[in-house]
């Protein structure tokens, strides 16, 4: 599935060829993806200029000049392609200006597109109880000390709740705390002061590492562009499996479940 370094890079894709221009057509080549499109969306979005792009957790926002945003999320394997050179059966939606076309393909069609007046964003059901962005400045350790307190679960499920830290997924999760050198299993109230002020810098610095590779183009995920992003080829912990710890410490990768979803950490540094 496409994580926040996805779908940043995606947002960042489409704004170098989107944003200010007005949109001549849009075309919808189904009535649904996981959930029907909105019934107004193409005469909403014909003839509107992109006043701007965004990103929330794991949403892209297209904003227009009518004060409606189109929310869009990836789902499992969606991506934009930009001036394709031949239709792809899964593009469901196809987005044309003046100069360039931009087809959202999804073949799961787990993805999603929802529209809304701007200034009801926050109000979303999706957006109303998710926490702050861990590349924003209310992501402190002060921050995770308080909301974490008495936390008997994992910091690992702690920090892939949605309502704590907003966009953070398993990938990136797993990396964050070992860069924080946290041990995944302890319990959220347990983290202290010192670990959480690593923390929270390691978490940025992992994000913002991966959006500068383009991601981790895990399974079916490309860029706008259609470049891979190589972060996969960088991971410390995320699929190495009895491999080394890359502090040459010693210690040996493990593989252990957590919630659902496999966690990999090493149990020699991280405490």
């Known amino acids: 599935m496409p994580e926040?370094?996805?779908?940043?890079?995606?947002?960042?894709?489409?704004?170098?060829?989107?944003?200010?221009?007005?949109?001549?057509?849009?075309?919808?080549?189904?009535?649904?993806?996981?959930?029907?499109?909105?019934?107004?969306?193409v005469q909403v979005m014909t003839g509107a200029t992109v006043s701007s792009l965004s990103r929330r957790a794991?949403?892209?926002?297209?904003?227009?000049?009518?004060?409606?945003t189109v929310v869009f999320h990836l789902g499992m394997s969606g991506r934009f392609r930009i001036d394709p050179e031949e239709a792809d059966k899964h593009d469901h939606m196809l987005i044309e200006t003046a100069d360039h076309a931009f087809a959202l393909c999804d073949p799961r069609r787990f993805g999603s597109v929802d529209m809304m007046a701007t200034g009801s964003l926050g109000d979303w059901p999706q957006f109303a109880s998710l926490g702050p962005e861990p590349l924003g400045p209310d992501l402190t350790s002060e921050y995770?000390?308080?909301?974490?307190?008495?936390?008997?679960?994992?910091?690992?499920?702690?920090?892939?709740?949605?309502?704590?830290?907003a966009g953070l997924g398993n990938i990136y999760v797993c990396e964050a705390?070992?860069?924080?050198?946290?041990?995944?299993?302890?319990?959220?109230?347990?983290?202290?002061?010192?670990?959480?002020?690593?923390?929270?810098?390691?978490?940025?610095?992992?994000?913002?590492?991966?959006?500068?590779?383009?991601?981790?183009?895990?399974?079916?995920?490309?860029?706008?562009?259609?470049?891979?992003?190589?972060?996969a080829t960088r991971f410390d912990v995320y699929g190495r499996t009895g491999e080394a710890c890359r502090?040459?410490?010693?210690?040996?990768?493990?593989?252990?479940?957590?919630?659902?979803?496999?966690?990999?950490?090493?149990?020699?540094?991280?405490?």
């Open 4 to 41: 926040l370094p996805e779908v940043e890079t995606t947002v960042r894709g489409l704004a170098r060829f989107l944003e200010g221009e007005r949109i001549s057509r849009v075309v919808l080549n189904r009535p649904d993806l996981r959930r029907p499109f909105p019934q107004d969306l």
């Open 58 to 68: 794991k949403y892209g926002l297209i904003h227009l000049d009518r004060d409606q």
């Open 144 to 165: 995770l000390k308080a909301v974490l307190k008495d936390k008997t679960q994992s910091i690992k499920l702690c920090l892939l709740d949605q309502r704590i830290v």
């Open 177 to 231: 705390l070992w860069r924080a050198g946290i041990r995944p299993t302890k319990a959220g109230g347990k983290v202290t002061k010192p670990q959480l002020a690593r923390l929270v810098p390691a978490i940025k610095d992992v994000l913002e590492a991966s959006i500068r590779d383009g991601g981790s183009s895990l399974r079916d995920y490309a860029a706008p562009d259609g470049e891979l992003g190589y972060f």
């Open 247 to 271: 502090r040459a410490d010693g210690g040996i990768i493990r593989r252990i479940a957590q919630g659902g979803r496999s966690t990999w950490y090493c149990a020699k540094c991280q405490k």
